[in-house]
């Protein structure tokens, strides 16, 4: 019998056929056109950065919870090829509609990008000590009460400002604030989430050289309000869901809060107004067709890149042109 030998060139181009092949299976479960599975598979083919494109599948899982979401992809698949190529995270699985990391199960990309971004953060660079000049915020809160001071984010550009170190000196990993991606967006679009940054300078500590200490995560609170009025915290650690002192105690916090004088009813939803909901309308979807970017305003324009979507070759020609 003739012996077969398979090269390593052809057992890439054969996994990488396994892994689309998957990806188009999940797409189709969940009632994707034909027609849009291809434009799908192709950005993502262009988003996945892994060997032999193994991550397509997982993609194409997010993509199947919400499409919504298929444009916050990247950055997320990236820090997540970052931590395995350092071996710090487990793999990834396919479990019955979910994606399962270690002993962590995940049924929503908010829940998966959160966790991701979470491991990400254990292993960012140590905190230093800034100066007293350096943690002097650069706006002014919407109100104060007894060392706290809480300012509203209700744009990606407030939060990518905070995020960056205006109000701290130090910079965050918090991926509403990452530059370049969508996820705030994508916040907004899913659940209406309103942004909000406390600032305890209860939390801060200065030595005798006039150094602060920002170690304690509860320094900086991003508190999110849901439009089905839920609450979400996220302290500087970027473990969604679970800060310090309190863990997963939303209660606790804002009693914490109260205690201080701070009202939480002056920190409420904002609904997404209909300009919002015109905008998503008109942009949230991937649209290739020429003629229709050509009509778009120049912020339009804009606002349609910046949610992260890919722009055909024709479409990006006419920008240069």
């Known amino acids: 019998m003739k012996k077969v030998i398979i090269t390593e060139g052809q057992y890439k181009l054969f996994e990488s056929a396994v892994s689309e092949g998957q990806s188009q299976t999940i797409l189709r479960a969940a009632n994707i056109s034909e027609e849009d599975i291809v434009d799908i598979m192709n950005q993502l083919k262009q988003y996945d950065g892994s060997s032999n494109q193994k991550n397509l599948p997982f993609m194409a899982m997010c993509v199947a919870w919400n499409r919504n979401d298929i444009n916050s992809v990247e950055s997320v698949f990236d820090d997540y090829e970052e931590l395995q190529k350092k071996n710090r995270i487990k793999p990834m699985q396919l479990v019955n509609g979910s994606i399962s990391i270690g002993g962590e199960t995940f049924k929503n990309f908010f829940k998966f990008a959160e966790y991701i971004h979470g491991e990400k953060n254990k292993y960012a660079e140590k ?75 209860n939390k801060f500590v200065t030595n005798e050289e006039g ?111």
């Not at 920002?214 to 915290?233: A, K, Q, S």
Request: hydrophobic letters at 30%; proline letters at 3%; glycine letters at 8%.
């Open 127 to 201: 905190r230093v000590d800034v100066s007293q000049e350096e943690y002097a915020a650069e706006d002014i809160p919407i109100f104060s009460s007894n060392n706290i001071d809480v300012y509203e984010a209700h744009s990606v550009g407030k939060c990518i400002k905070y995020s960056r170190g205006s109000l701290t000196g130090r910079g965050y990993t918090f991926c509403i604030g990452a530059p370049g991606n969508t996820m705030y967006q994508s916040y907004r679009d899913s659940k209406h989430s309103t942004f909000y940054f406390i600032v305890d300078r």
């Open 211 to 321: 150094l602060v200490s920002l170690d304690n995560p509860l320094h900086m609170v991003v508190y999110d309000i849901t439009r089905y009025g839920e609450v979400e915290l996220t302290d500087a650690d970027n473990i969604t869901g679970t800060i310090a002192e309190f863990g997963k105690d939303v209660k606790g916090y804002q009693e914490y809060l109260k205690s201080k004088g701070i009202s939480l009813e002056r920190m409420q939803n904002k609904p997404k107004s209909p300009e919002e909901e015109a905008e998503e309308s008109l942009l949230g979807s991937r649209n290739t067709n020429l003629g229709w970017f050509k009509k778009l305003s120049y912020d339009y324009k804009s606002k349609y890149i910046g949610r992260g979507h890919l722009l055909t070759d024709e479409q990006f020609n006419y920008l240069l042109s």
